[in-house]
């Protein structure tokens, strides 16, 4: 564990300095305490000798002056650095995080991240300072009587060495059986934090039903919860009592072993009461272990999961990158990719040609690859095999700045920060003009929306965006699109319904984002009147290309881009007449 805790840290002088004065304290407690010896063996006697005890005294003097220097010494070094190497491990986190590939962050990874580095670096940190200390003196002090005690009497050292063995092997059972019993806790609290949820949503059904309070299965879990608690409490506290009746019983074997050596004549009463004093102080640190299982068991999790983050592959940058491409023209070749963990490739052997200044509608069933083509492009993830090239060059050849900066994204769910519809605008480029700015919100279809609110551009979004639609919303990402100059715009067009406006107006602003002949787009396409303005279409199926072409020359061919076409137009036209 001290050795995980070490590789953690990018610069783990400050730990190392803090765990020396600690193992220094430890190690000179127990050679004070061996110096009883002397003195004992001094003074305990019919005629006591001050003069022979003087310079073991003056030794224990000098000796207690140097551990309370360390003390002093050490106390503000371990206030400090809870705190110190808090900072230096989130250093280390955010600067790793920064080189992992976009596709990284999914939601799940980005609570992970969250979590890591506010709540367990923080108590990563701090548990290196409170149990490190504890757990180096509980094990160094022991270890350095056991040695003193060498010197004084071998039979009792033995016997404190056939303790620490046995305690050492109660301990690891202790913390076998908790974590063993935690998981189990774990298990029955998401069950039942599942049947709350459940609860909450199916409140309305079981209201009708009589159930409000549940059904017998939430009860159910509710009982089972409360049992496995019991059981696993139950069991957990067993291996604590063991071990308690190991150190007791150890204590009680050393007084027999020590009172039968002052019977025998093989010791001193000075020497006896010296050996007592040593097995309590080695028996008591000992003790204290037990206590430390819990928390250190906390730390494994969490340092664990800090390691698991910074595990995480980089993105390769190369050793020379392209530093700028020719023209928006996209090429896959070849392309086959597998998420990380993930069973089935998302696409196989996929090439597709997009030439500069044209838009091709990505069509295909859901889980088809859609996405994964878009985030390929943009080099969320890095491919298996073929390549993958914008501008004629392969994405993993270019510089990442250069390609984030050729490329938008437009996603279904687009996020705004919580600030005015200007600054949302002028994040793309904070330097333009309101000249500028007007033409993009005109040709996004923004100006009528901007017109509407109540503070014009002035108006804050809301969080993430929420003050407006999810169509307004991706007004406002392809208005920062055009504001940016991207020669390379990836368009997830909104696949929920949406009104008649917002749609009309999405295609529209679509439309002229592609008007721009320097401009390539790629849009995963859901509404017919997009995917008859595109230039040219991909059909995917299962993570292969089914069939590509001109929209008029996939409709003339009857394929599934055709069904598609005509699902979609029926299911158009009955929409209107509903409406209607
Ligand atoms: N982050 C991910 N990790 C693992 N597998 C993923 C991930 N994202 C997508 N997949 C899988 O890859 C395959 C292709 O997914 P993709 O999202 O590209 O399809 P899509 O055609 O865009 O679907 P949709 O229209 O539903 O968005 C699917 O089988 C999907 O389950």
């Known amino acids: 564990m001290i050795r995980r805790l070490y590789r953690l840290w990018p610069d783990p002088r400050l ?68 705190g110190r190497l808090a900072a230096q491990l989130r250093k280390r986190l955010m600067r790793h995080v920064s080189t992992l590939p976009l596709g990284w962050f999914t939601a799940n990874n980005k609570a992970r991240l969250a979590r890591g580095v506010t709540a367990d670096v923080g108590d990563a940190a701090h548990l290196a300072v409170v149990i490190g200390n504890p757990i180096i003196t509980s094990t160094l002090l022991p270890a350095t009587v056991v040695a003193v005690t060498f010197a004084v009497e071998w039979r009792v050292a033995l016997l404190l060495c056939a303790i620490a063995l046995a305690a050492s092997w109660t301990l690891r059972r202790a913390a076998r059986v908790t974590a063993e019993a935690e998981i189990e806790l774990e298990r029955a609290s998401a069950d039942i934090a599942g049947r709350a949820i459940e609860l909450g949503q199916a409140q309305p059904v079981l209201r009708a039903a009589g159930h409000a309070d549940g059904t017998p299965r939430m009860r159910a879990a509710l009982d089972e919860h409360r049992a496995t608690y019991r059981k696993g409490m139950a069991r957990a506290r067993r291996p604590f009592f063991v071990y308690t009746g190991v150190i007791a019983g150890g204590f009680v074997a050393v007084l027999a072993l020590v009172a039968g050596l002052l019977l025998g004549e093989h010791v001193e009463v000075a020497e006896a009461i010296a050996l007592l004093v040593l097995a309590a102080r080695f028996l008591q640190p000992l003790g204290n272990l037990i206590d430390l299982v819990g928390a250190l068991r906390a730390m494994t999790n969490k340092i664990t999961r800090i390691e698991e983050i910074l595990a995480t592959p980089a993105l390769p940058v190369p050793t020379e990158p392209v530093s700028g491409i020719g023209g928006p023209d996209i090429e896959l070749s070849g392309v086959t990719f597998t998420y990380p963990g993930g069973e089935a490739p998302a696409l196989r052997d996929v090439s597709v040609r997009c030439r500069a200044g044209t838009t091709t509608a990505l069509v295909g069933p859901s889980g088809s690859g859609k996405t994964t083509v878009t985030r390929l492009i943009a080099r969320f993830f890095d491919v298996d095999a073929g390549t993958v090239r914008v501008g004629g060059v392969d994405v993993r050849e270019l510089d990442p700045e250069v390609l984030l900066d050729e490329i938008a994204i437009v996603f279904q769910d687009v996020y705004l920060f919580d600030d005015t519809i200007e600054n949302n605008l002028r994040l793309a480029r904070p330097d333009a003009t309101w000249d500028e700015l007007h033409d993009v919100a005109r040709a996004a279809r923004l100006d009528e929306v901007i017109e509407r609110l109540p503070a014009g551009w002035d108006t804050r979004v809301g969080e993430g965006g929420a003050q407006l639609s999810g169509g307004e919303r991706q007004r406002v990402a392809i208005a920062r699109a055009m504001l940016k100059r991207a020669r390379v715009v990836l368009v997830d067009e909104a696949a929920s319904a949406l009104d008649p406006e917002n749609e009309a107006a999405i295609t529209r602003a679509i439309a002229n984002l592609g008007a721009d002949p320097d401009r390539t787009i790629i849009v995963i396409a859901h509404r017919p009147a997009t995917l008859a303005a595109a230039d040219h279409v991909v059909s995917l199926d299962a993570g292969r290309v089914a069939e590509s072409g001109t929209p008029a020359e996939l409709l003339r061919g009857g394929g599934t881009f055709a069904r598609i076409s005509r699902q979609s137009e029926r299911s158009r036209h009955w929409r209107i007449a509903n409406r209607g």
């Open 15 to 82: 730990l190392a300095r803090l765990w020396s004065l600690t193992a220094a304290q430890a190690v000179l407690q127990g050679l004070l305490l061996g110096l009883l010896v002397p003195i004992l063996h001094a003074v305990v006697r019919p005629e006591p000798d001050i003069a022979e005890a003087t310079p073991w005294l003056v030794l224990g003097t000098i000796g207690a002056a140097v551990y309370g220097s360390l003390s002093v010494i050490a106390d503000p070094v371990g206030y400090a650095a809870g």
